[in-house]
């Protein structure tokens, strides 16, 4: 494929991931703004809640799917589902509206992010798959961070609906792109899909957070509808259990729970997930009203936390690869986001912005201690056959636990300022004409109260939102004792080549075992390439002597036949001069001839010799790379296949 048109593919894939990721944390700046606008604060929790269940849930549908009909054509689709959903979002007229269309975006999206990962392993080259493997983790990363300022922005110079029209021409070139540029992918993987699986799970889950949502506040506990929507979950759940154990390609092993390392992995997950959205939700709504800043400036003060985030992911991923260790890193994570989600269930309508932006500094170097960690503690505890299918579980935990988080500290935020406020209501004379009511659906209206009338109602939204701190800390203290039963083992060599994306937001993963050792390999082998590598792998051959430019040639020739010089040099993005005289060195030696005029070469026998020792030693290397995975032939398929694809390739010829 031309350069030109695997840019473009790999712009708009990036494009249509960045949609989808953005859309995680891009509403919640928004959040007060819409609810000013459309009511329904107690329901506030849902359109983050609905876009993530329905993201989540799907993600195993859409990999599988993909694989079985053709990607391409899957993720137009999603591109379709995702613009369709983000149109009603913007034009929803009421928070039921909005809800519904959040999971038909949230579908859309769930295919957006697990089918351009795909695809990159379809247009990319081995040998280039692990740079561009990192530029998608960058793009999770950027949306995690500017995702909630992109959001007030919107607000504060055109409106909410913004937020979600935003992606129709961004999604709308992405889709161009992708139609034209895009070449069908033949290669297809059959599978017997788990429907029954996911449908059980999602609807499960779908139950428990409708029940944690209602609970306590829109119905008592006792209501007949709260306990059907419990008996609901664990009716769903057995028949899970059920399907899982009769499932050919189950959706999430049972087997995986009885692995120590798992088991605690996703409970933990799940608690950082709860606390991470938990906290993304409900803050931007204590700055925008209790001190009255506006959508734009409450994303700068959620900065702090992402820049916690980002920061400790990136120090966790380099101490893991240089020391082996890892157990120590959920461990001290936990303690500190218990201590930071302590810090913010004490702040008031007094507290300085500067004290809360500390506090969420706190937090976000607890998170990002954390995140990016449980996901290599379960790749390093699995066997090869479960590995994917083990990634996979840990994201999903970790986004399930997202979902959880909004929706029970919703509850817990709705009941606390509901009984606050009937408090506050008793002994207060509100001006003529106004409607208590209003405090509740349009939080804002507090701002345009009389100043010492205007106290009091700042003073129950400030509690009311610290309330849900309150209820976090212990729930994250909790994660923090279950981490300590995270198991210690060695590490494996591709585990250590962990994806940062992987480790922020409620990122999906969804591919099978051996794409998962083939990401670790080639971006191991893309970092050793870069480091003198055709020097060592000269001496290991037997070519001493052979400057490393010219092991490199001898490894672009192998098989080629006659190659012209003016087209290796293009290859190898140098001129023909600067390359004459390491060609003149093998040529001399024996391994390269030179036609009659000159301008083409070709190897001699005894450089194809030599051409078939590098490529032997290229294949040992990476067999002991793998080698902690065990004995298994899809893992030397994997190495013969990748060997010859990472030698000779222009991005590492020796300077």
Known sequence: MRQQGLGLIILALMLGMLLAALDQTIVSTALPTIVSDLGGLERLAWVVTGYMLASTVSTPLWGKLGDQYGRKKLFIGAICIFLAGSALCGLSRNMGELIAFRAVQGLGGGGLMVLAQAIVGDVVSVRERGRYQGF????????????????????????????????????????????????????????????????????????????????????????????????????????????????????????????????????????????????????????????????????????????????????????????????????????????????????????????????????????????????????????????GVATSGATFFRSIGGSFGVATLGSVFSGTLNEDLRQVLRGVRLPAGFDAGRIQEDPTVVQRLPRELAQGFLHVYADAIAAVFRVAAPVMCGAFLLSWFIPQARLRETTKAADLGEGLGATSAERSSLAEVERGLVRLADADLRRGYYERLGALAGMEGISPQGVWVVARLSGEGWVAAGELAERAEVSREYGRPYVDQLVVVGLVRRSGDGEALCLTEEGEEAAGRLLGCACEGLRRLVADWGSDPQLERLVDRIAPELLGAPADRPP
Not at 251 to 266: E, Q, T, Y
């Open 136 to 387: 998608f983790g960058g793009v999770f990363a950027v949306s995690s961070i500017v995702g909630p300022l992109l959001g007030g922005l919107f607000v504060d110079h055109l409106s909410w609906h913004w937020v979600f029209y935003v992606n129709l021409p961004l999604g709308a070139v992405a889709l161009f792109v992708i139609v034209a540029v895009l070449p069908g992918d033949d290669t297809r993987t059959r599978h017997t899909i788990d429907y029954a699986g996911v449908v059980l799970l999602g609807t499960a889950t779908s139950c428990l957070v409708l029940m944690t949502t209602w609970g306590g506040t829109t119905y008592a506990w006792t209501d007949p509808i709260i306990l059907g929507l419990a008996g609901a979950a664990v009716a769903l759940l057995v028949g899970w259990v059920i399907a899982e154990r009769r499932a050919v390609e189950p959706v999430l092993p049972l087997g995986l729970f009885r692995v120590k390392a798992f088991a605690m992995s996703s409970v933990v997950g799940f608690v950082v997930g709860f606390g991470m959205f938990g906290a993304l939700t409900y803050l931007p709504l204590f700055l925008q009203v209790v001190h009255g800043v506006s959508p734009t400036l409450s994303g700068v003060y959620l900065l702090p936390m992402m820049a916690g985030m980002l920061t400790m992911s990136i120090v966790s991923g380099q101490i893991i690869s240089k020391t082996g260790k890892y157990r120590f890193l959920p461990i001290a994570g936990t303690a500190v986001a218990s201590v930071g989600m302590f810090l913010l269930s004490t702040l008031t309508e007094f507290s300085s912005l500067l004290t809360m932006g500390l506090y969420l500094l706190v937090l976000g170097v607890g998170l990002g201690m954390t995140m990016q960690v449980l996901v290599i503690v379960v790749q390093n505890a699995v066997d090869f056959k479960d590995l």
